[in-house]
């Protein structure tokens, strides 16, 4: 029987999230973190209109592609382990038994804060696209995701380098870059809490068997 969500949190509490899943969490997490620093980097540039100013924004656009080619490096390389490992059918196994709605009822005293709690949100998506398509689909679909994402972020470095809408601010290409990185994290972190469950339990069910 799977762990229910209380069982989840507390072993949360005892074990940590798995190190490799933590690891991708937090490059994940810190993309949003990168683009807020950003904004604030363009427009000091765009106010001050120093060079010094300019390079700092580009140094953090380069640091923003580096950290997306970091996490999408790691999810290649953990569909290579676990295809030759046969592990992805495992965990999904784990996922097909879950109610998803009690899981997310019994998480609400944690997350459920907001009237729209998208931590919450994003677990029930997550769980009910991987019961439906797959853990390893999961993964290929987010990997399709930040690819859109380093696009952007390519886009918005050479509209910064073209000095692009300076006329106001932000300009549009930089409200459309922050607004999408900053969901990076509601994604791409909260989907920690899937993998995490999925592992540890069947962690839990092979030392049982």
């Keep these: 029987m799977p762990p229910t969500g209380a069982q989840f949190m507390q072993g949360i509490a ?3 999230i798995p190190d490799q899943w933590q690891r991708l969490g937090w490059v994940l997490a810190y993309d949003g973190a990168i683009s807020t620093h950003l904004v604030r980097a363009v427009q000091e540039a765009h106010e001050s209109g120093s060079a010094e100013a300019r390079d700092a924004a580009l140094r953090l656009f380069d640091e923003k592609q580096d950290n997306l080619a970091e996490a999408r490096q790691f999810i290649a390389s953990k569909l290579d382990e676990y ?3 046969e592990r992805w059918a ?5 996922i097909r038994e879950v109610d998803v709605d009690q899981l997310v009822d019994e998480l609400r005293p944690h997350f459920g804060f907001h009237p729209f709690p998208i931590v919450l949100e994003s677990f029930k998506f997550n769980i009910n696209y991987i019961r439906e398509h797959g853990f390893r689909t999961f993964y290929t679909m ?3 995701y930040l690819t859109e994402i380093e696009k952007m972020t390519r886009e ?3 509209a910064f380098e073209a000095r692009e809408g300076e006329q106001h ?3 549009f290409w930089l409200f459309k870059l922050d607004l999408n990185s900053i969901e990076v994290p509601t994604h791409c972190d909260i989907c920690r809490l899937a993998i995490t469950y999925a592992e540890r339990a069947l ?3 092979e030392q049982a068997g």
């Design 203 to 205: 962690e839990d069910a």
């Design 83 to 85: 295809d030759a490992s």
């Design 14 to 16: 005892e074990r940590g």
């Design 156 to 158: 918005g470095r050479a």
């Design 90 to 94: 495992k965990l999904d196994a784990v």
């Design 169 to 171: 601010f932000p300009p």
């Design 142 to 144: 987010t990997d399709a």
